[in-house]
């Protein structure tokens, strides 16, 4: 198993500023994700984040806006960059255990941008 | 590319009656299937999987699925529903590809169990 914490757990932000989301597990894992939900909505990955490498993005997404750091093997964060109404969402962090054979998710970071 | 769908977006049932949350699926080659269910102001929790095997698959909470491969669908069920299983599900599906691990979601399902 694995037990993932994120900060904050929710934050008001002003348009115009980022924020950086942090991502922390309790164990080793290779590969991590983010995903973000908007209001009402499912969840869409953004990224996924390799320890020792680039993350890789999805259409739609890109590295200007939401940057991902990886420096070791159980903590990754996002930035969401010059922040807009839009990306009001939740954000979380997930990752996939060797023998897991799922996925676990963080609580989540609640975002809204004013 | 890989898809989910899930038709309703609301199934509303009476406590103690059974239940079914409906997905279809969209993936090249065989795929992996996942139900998770989401509280209020809580992540994902993870319920069931479907990697190979029996078409029946038990999870958490008294869950069960179905996998059926010719209808490419995967609906969540439970015999008999409690007002506490009131929640938003998700399936989700990823291709059995080692290089892509990402889970594509489905639109969610809102499942209000009356008392």
């Known amino acids: 198993s694995a037990v993932i914490s994120q900060k904050p757990s929710r934050d008001i932000c002003q348009r115009g500023t980022s924020l950086t989301i942090q991502c922390q597990v309790d164990s080793q894992v290779t590969m991590m994700f983010w995903y973000r939900q908007q209001p009402g909505q499912s969840l869409t990955l953004i990224a996924t984040a390799n320890q020792g490498s680039e993350a890789t993005y999805e259409s739609g997404f890109v590295i200007d806006k939401f940057p991902i750091s990886r420096p070791n093997l159980t903590f990754s964060t996002l930035t969401v960059s010059n922040m807009s109404p839009e990306d009001s969402s939740i954000y979380l962090c997930?990752?996939?255990?060797?023998?897991?054979?799922?996925?676990?998710f963080g609580p989540g970071t609640r975002l809204t941008v004013l | 590319a890989q898809s989910v769908a899930q038709p309703e977006d609301q199934v509303n049932v009476a406590e103690g009656n059974p239940l079914t949350v409906k997905c279809t699926y969209s993936?090249?080659?065989?795929?992996?299937l996942f139900w998770y269910v989401q509280y209020p102001n809580r992540g994902l929790q993870f319920l069931l999987k479907?990697?190979?095997?029996?078409?029946l698959v038990k999870g958490s909470y008294g869950f069960e699925a179905e996998f059926n491969k010719s209808q490419t669908s995967f609906h969540l069920k439970k015999p008999s529903a409690l007002v506490s299983d009131s929640a938003l599900y998700f399936c989700a599906v990823r291709a059995l590809d080692m290089g892509r691990r990402a889970l594509t979601f489905g639109s969610g399902t809102r499942l209000q169990v009356q008392p």
């Open positions: 479907y990697i190979t095997g029996d078409n």
């Open positions: 993936v090249s080659g065989n795929p992996y």
């Open positions: 997930s990752v996939e255990p060797g023998l897991a054979g799922f996925q676990f």
